[in-house]
């Protein structure tokens, strides 16, 4: 079968790669000069397949409020007068419950997990230069309550097989000698030894030579996609802004958040919005720059501080800090106020970091009120399927959705339950 894949990050690539490795014909075409450029260009780095718990708790309705009244907040609202937003956050809130979050975590740990083996196999096949690292995660907890419920998550989320332990302020010390420089604001963290990190965009680009060099592959570049021509409930062909057309048996939308645009044009409507995060790129001091005797100027074990949302993951010669959920934003512009603050929390936190050398990032995750990616057949025509909304996840999950999808494209067995995937 012929397939046209639309977009070509982390998750388009990962898609167009498993069905050329099960024998099938793909064109793969994005809207930019080359890959990776958007989502999936400078997140946080971390291969998180333990710990996928959904935005959307109990606990959100406590915390709006600090949402909506501060400025320096992880987590901020904006409100907009566009009804997709009041939709999208109608439905994020009423997911907000017990119930919801559990079966989000239970369907987001096996699809990481069906991810993760993926990932191992490809990269074992065809070696790519990610900085790909299995250096293991901390998760910092600098209140001792929150450090009490996360306990809870963590024996839910053992339950569905995954491997994490409570370590106290003085065993994660010794574990990780740079939290030393958090002192007592440190209560514990959450340890993940068999957690990862890579450089997504490194990854997605790998990816992309490796189909380019397929014989059974075309991919299209500057080639953006702005209509779908449809008969008879099918997709007939992808309509190019230039004029051209590309023709395929099936189509997949992997664009994220112009996914969105492409099937309301068809009159159908999904839950996807974007939640705009930040990144900072800091290069690594040397050692002759740092006093005799201090720790290390940054984690070499993948970290999260939980309260500041704020992630760090060593890759190479940089450390990748990743943060904040804007929620209302609407573009993929850099607000000082938000970097500053960013680096205000690296500053605080790893004070020989030089925030100043940092090169800043802002980008769109395309999200679901649920957590969970749409992955399926599209709810109005025959052959267009959806690849779409993985949020903060799609590094993490992208393999495994490629498979996924793939099982679902060719009436395959599935390797996991796909019902809490389908288009909603």
């Not at 609202?77 to 017990?98: G, I, Y």
């Not at 070499?300 to 760090?312: F, K, L, N, P, Q």
């Amino acid at each position: 079968m012929k397939f046209g894949i639309i977009g070509a990050g982390v998750i388009g690539c990962a898609t167009a790669w498993e069905l050329l490795q099960q024998g099938h014909e793909v064109v793969l075409i994005e809207a930019r000069e080359g890959p990776g450029l958007v989502t999936s260009h400078a997140n946080g780095g971390q291969l998180s397949y333990d710990y996928v718990a959904p935005l959307a708790d109990p606990g959100v309705f406590r915390d709006l409020p600090k949402w909506l009244l501060n400025p320096a907040s992880p987590l901020r609202f904006r409100p907009q007068l566009d009804p997709r937003q009041w939709c999208w956050l109608a439905a994020f809130l009423k997911a907000s419950n017990t119930a919801t979050a559990k079966a989000s975590t239970t369907a987001l740990l096996q699809l990481s997990y069906l991810s993760r083996d993926t990932l191992h196999q490809w990269v074992k096949q065809n070696p790519i230069d990610f900085h790909y690292k299995t250096n293991g995660k901390l998760i910092a907890y600098r209140s001792a309550h929150l450090l009490e419920k996360a306990r809870k998550q963590v024996e839910y989320q053992a339950t569905q097989g995954s491997k994490q332990r409570i370590l106290g302020r003085e065993e994660a010390v010794a574990l990780e000698p740079s939290l030393a420089q958090l002192g007592q604001a440190l209560s514990g963290c959450v340890y993940t030894p068999t957690e990862e990190v890579g450089d997504c965009y490194l990854f997605t680009k790998g990816l992309f030579e490796l189909i380019a060099q397929h014989p059974a592959a075309t991919v299209l570049t500057n080639a953006q996609v702005v209509r779908l021509n449809t008969r008879e409930g099918r997709v007939t062909s992808a309509q190019l802004a230039g004029g051209d057309i590309v023709e395929a048996e099936h189509f997949v939308l992997a664009n994220g958040l112009r996914g969105y645009d492409l099937l309301k044009q068809q009159g159908e409507t999904i839950h996807l919005y974007g939640l705009k995060g930040y990144s900072l790129s800091i290069p690594l001091p040397a050692e002759s720059e740092l006093p005799p005797g201090s720790p290390p100027p940054a984690p070499s074990i993948s970290v999260t501080d939980y309260e500041r949302r704020t992630v760090y993951a060593k890759l190479g010669n940089i450390v990748r800090v990743a943060a904040m959920v804007d929620i209302g934003d609407g573009n993929a512009n850099i607000r000082p106020d938000r970097i500053n603050h960013l680096k205000r929390d690296v500053k605080d936190s790893f004070p020989a970091l030089d925030v100043g050398r940092a090169q800043a990032w802002a980008g769109e995750r395309p999200a679901t009120p649920e957590g969970r990616p749409i992955i399926g057949r599209s709810r109005k025509l025959g052959n267009l399927w959806l690849n779409l909304g993985h949020g903060a996840l799609g590094f993490t999950l992208a393999c495994g959705s490629a498979v996924l999808l793939r099982s679902l494209v060719t009436e395959s067995p599935t390797p996991i339950d796909p019902a809490p995937f389908r288009a909603r």
